[in-house]
Each structure stands twice: as C-alpha cells, then as structure tokens.
C-alpha cells in the first residue's frame, strides 16, 4: 500500500532555480524507497517537501499534491508540528543538540509536552535499541552528546528521530561522513526498521542505493526519470540514461 | 648577494613585527597608569567610613556611600528596563525578522542610537521623563534616560551571540517538532546567554559612569539621606566626582581620588564578571 502519494509536484526556489518538475510517485508503506541521482537533482528538495522543513527556506512556488495518508501536506492548513512528529528526519551532518545523550533523545518528546519519566526513559531505551546505540551508551546516558564519535552521533540522530515513534523517517545521505563500519551499522539498522516505518533515503552513492532499495527513484536535474522495483531497476534499468548513471557512465 | 636579500626580509619582518606588538602594548598603558595614578592618589582616602559614611562639612570630609548606594541602584533600574527591551529586540531582529525596509529603519535606528551623544539623552530625558510624563528628577526617570541610552549596546552584543548559535540547531529542533519559540527558549537562548550576558554587562557599566544623562534626569548635588523610593533623585557617583572637582572649593583631593577609585573599581569589577562568565561558557562550549 502507498504511505505517500506525490501528484505532480513542482517547486520553484524564490531565486528562480526549478528543483522539481512536475513529480509523481507513490511511496510504499515499510519498505526503503532510495531516491538517487547526481547532485542537484532535486532529492533533498522533495525529502524537504515531506516534512514541510522547506518553510524554513527562501522558497517558493510549490504546486501538486502530497498526501500522506490520503491527507495533503502541502495545504497550508497543515499542522507542521503534528506531521513533523510523524515525519522524522536524518540529516547529511550528525547535529547533535547541545545537550547529554538523554537530553538529545527526550527533545522531541518534552516539546511535545511528555513529562512522565518513565514513558522518557521507555523512549530512550527503546529508540536506542533500534539505533543499535544501546549497548555503547547505556552507562552514560547523561554525557554530553558531543563526546560520540561520529558513526554514534549519527546513529543517536537517527536514534532521536525515532524516539517520537514516527510513521516515515527520511534520510538525506545519513552515512555520507561516516566510516564504512559505522555505515554498515546504519543500514542494518534500516533493514530492522523497515519492518515498522517507512523509509525514505537519499543514499550517498548507487552501490549504498542498490544495498537497500526496495524501491528506487532516479532523478535527473529535478526530473523524475524512472521509478521502480529497486532491483529490477538496478539490474535491467528501463532508460539510458538511468543504465548511463548506475554504470558509472556520468555522475 | 641572494642570501643578504633574504636576511634583509628576515630583519624588515622582524622590525615590522617588533613595532606592531610595541603599538598593541602601547594600547595598554594608559589605562594601567589611570589606575595606578587613581589607586595611588585615592588609596589612602579608602577607609570603612570612606565606603560607609555620609558626606559631612560641605562633603570636604567622611564618606561617600549615597554616591555609592546611588550609582547602585541606578544601574539595577537601567538593568530592569534595558535587559527585557534588548533582549527582546535582539531576540526579534535575529529570530523573527525578515529582511525587508522595516527592519533595516530598526537596525539604522539603532546604529544612530549608538552615536548620540550621552548629554543629549540627559536633555531627551529631562524632556520626556521629567518634564512631560512628571515623574521628576528621580531614579525612575535617570534609569529610564541611561536604558535608552544602553539599549543599542545589549541588543547589538545579544543580536551577535544569538546569531553565532548555530543554523544546525534550529533546523534539527524544528524537525523534531519544536515550534520556533520552543527552539529559541530551549536552544537558542541558553547557548547565547553568556555572550547576551557579556554584552548587557558591558552596557551596564558605560551605564554606572555616565554623568550626562543623569545629570538634569535624577542626579542630586547633595542629599542627607538615601533616597527611599524610585521617585526620589539621588546621589550617584560619577556626578559626585563631577561636583565636588569642579563645584566645592576648597576640596580635598584624596577625596576627588578615593571618589575616582570606587567608581573605577565599580566598573572594573562588573568588566572583570563579563570576563569570567566569558571565559567560562568557552571553555564548556561543545560546538
């Protein structure tokens, strides 16, 4: 079943550079869904789209639809709060918020208004677990969050995202700093997760892209230029110039 | 005749920098002479009844405490009506404001507002506070003269250490379901607090030694008691040292020096808290 339907979505930023063209694709629940492409091709804007974190930006015209659950995000009635708990986020650069690794963990959650200690404590447990952080940590929950090295810093930002129990969790080229041991981490971290959520990545290279896509989109300068099962498309690419990218032809 | 070239550079840099860290050192001797000569010719007027004691004999002997009480509470009153306004204004301009005619007119505003000269703030308040809206020559109206007149100070230093906060930090809270004021008050105010601190300290103590502006707003040439309300005016120390230099001959000038030295040591003191609150939030900085 499609968790989030995107119907001919374009966006324009306010200098007048076009990210997206006219995108459609359908997003299947609890599976990986890979969105690749050379730099500049409109990944991270859409990823930006899903959790309206383009507010923040100097965009813009957004035209299309994107329903998440068969409700439209994009219409300003949105309660952005409400979608960003269910439409967690990885960055590129693990950012860890200035406080201990607890404190980084129960953000989300105290914004939101939880005080009871012991759902705080199931949350941060839990969500480390699932980050497979926990057994690093767990004596020194209440160290600050920048004495991790970075493979931990990113695995407690995925960590924290997960903390709000989300639906969907979008990714942007979450191990792009990282060790390949960390990495390895990271993504067997999403085959577990993918059982439970939603997954959307921006991988960080077309080898990390085949590793884990169940389904995989391809973009070109803003263009959606094919869309499918990941490894049919990685293995019998329906158009040249996907065949061109994978093969390492450009890029 | 290569190797004397490169000599030559060697001897030029070497002079270059010699000169260079000659002028720097030079930027510290006045103000060390200030004080040695202020400590030297003021210290021995420095007794209990000196910091304790109230003037006496047409203020040519005892103590200066209103002046020092005075200057106290002036700087609290400024501190009331400053801090809020400023921070909230750095707050606004840094957080919220987008950059369009009416926040450049603000940042114009406070630019200028940095240039006036402090006798005219003193005229301004006398007209303003004063006079117009009648709350006399008094506390309320001389703190409210030194906040305008502090304001540009806190709100540029606040403006600077909320914007050195990282962009990182904003964009993760908001992706985890903050609203921008939960952001601003969990995040980015407390990273900011020590610079935010620093800078209405600083403020503070231009505040603590200013004559002009109190001097027609709340400043008194003598009184026999400490002022007992906000209403009341008061002796304050920078326009004591004023008074009895230029207005009460015959003055002692172990008094005109002991006077220097206290409200020197005033400021210096609340310059050296900014210095420790500085030093220590660097030194705990995890970013």
């Known amino acids: 079943m499609d968790k989030i339907i995107i119907e001919s979505l374009s966006l324009q930023y306010s200098d007048g550079t076009e990210s997206l063209r006219d995108i459609s694709l359908g997003i299947r629940e609890k599976a990986v869904t890979v969105l690749f492409g050379p730099a500049g091709g409109g990944k991270s804007s859409l990823l930006r789209c899903l959790n309206r974190l383009n507010d923040l930006t100097e965009v813009q015209t957004v035209s299309g639809r994107i329903l998440l659950d068969g409700e439209n995000i994009l219409d300003p009635k949105t309660d952005t709060i409400t979608l960003r708990r269910k439409v967690g986020m990885v960055f590129a650069r693990p950012v860890v918020l200035p406080f201990s690794i607890r404190g980084n963990l129960v953000y989300g959650l105290e914004v939101m208004g939880e005080k009871r200690r012991s759902r705080l404590d199931e949350a941060v447990e839990r969500s480390l677990r699932q980050a497979a952080l926990w057994d690093e940590v767990k004596d020194r929950l209440d160290d600050p969050a920048v004495a991790l090295s970075g493979g931990q810093q990113q695995r407690l930002c995925l960590a924290r995202s997960l903390a709000l129990e989300p639906e969907v969790i979008l990714l942007d080229e979450p191990t792009s700093g990282l060790d390949p041991i960390s990495t390895g981490k990271v993504e067997a971290s999403l085959l577990e997760l993918k059982k439970q959520y939603t997954i959307i990545l921006v991988p960080h290279s077309v080898q990390q892209a085949a590793r884990t896509a169940d389904f995989a989109a391809f973009f070109l300068q803003g263009e959606l230029i094919e869309y499918g099962d990941g490894k049919e498309l990685f293995t019998n690419p329906q158009d040249q110039r996907t065949e061109e990218y994978i093969t390492g032809r450009f890029g | ?287």
């Open chain 2, 1 to 287: 005749m290569k190797r004397t070239f490169s000599l030559n550079r060697h001897l030029v840099q070497r002079l270059g920098f010699g000169l260079i860290t000659l002028i720097a050192l030079g930027t510290v001797i006045p103000i060390v002479m200030v004080v040695i000569y202020i400590a030297v010719e003021g210290g021995p007027a420095i007794s209990w009844e000196f910091i304790t004691g109230f003037p006496r004999e047409g203020m040519r002997q005892g103590g200066i405490l209103p002046a020092i009480i005075g200057t106290f509470y002036l700087t609290l009153g400024t501190a009331v009506f400053s801090v809020p306004l400023g921070v909230a204004a750095a707050i606004y301009l840094s957080e919220y404001a987008q950059d369009n005619w009416l926040t450049r007119l603000i940042r114009i505003a406070i630019i200028n507002l940095a240039g006036i000269p402090s006798v005219v703030y003193g005229l301004f308040g006398l007209g303003l506070f004063v006079l117009f809206l009648r709350f006399g020559t008094s506390i309320l109206s001389a703190s409210l003269t030194l906040s305008i007149m502090t304001l540009p100070v806190i709100i540029s230093t606040a403006e600077e250490s909320l914007r050195s906060v990282p962009q990182a930090f904003r964009t993760v809270s908001i992706s985890l379901g903050a609203t921008r004021w939960q952001t601003i008050r969990r995040i980015v105010l407390p990273e900011a607090l020590p610079g935010i601190i620093t800078g209405v300290i600083l403020g503070l103590e231009r505040a603590a030694g200013e004559t002009a502006p109190i001097l027609f707003t709340g400043a008194a040439f003598f009184l026999p008691r400490l002022p007992g309300s906000p209403f009341d005016a008061t002796m304050a120390l920078p326009y004591h040292l004023f008074v009895i230099s230029t207005q009460v001959p015959e003055m002692p000038f172990q008094i005109q020096y002991g006077t220097a030295l206290v409200l020197i040591a005033f400021v210096l003191g609340m310059n050296l808290v900014a210095t420790v609150i500085r030093s220590r939030a660097r030194a705990r900085r995890q970013w």
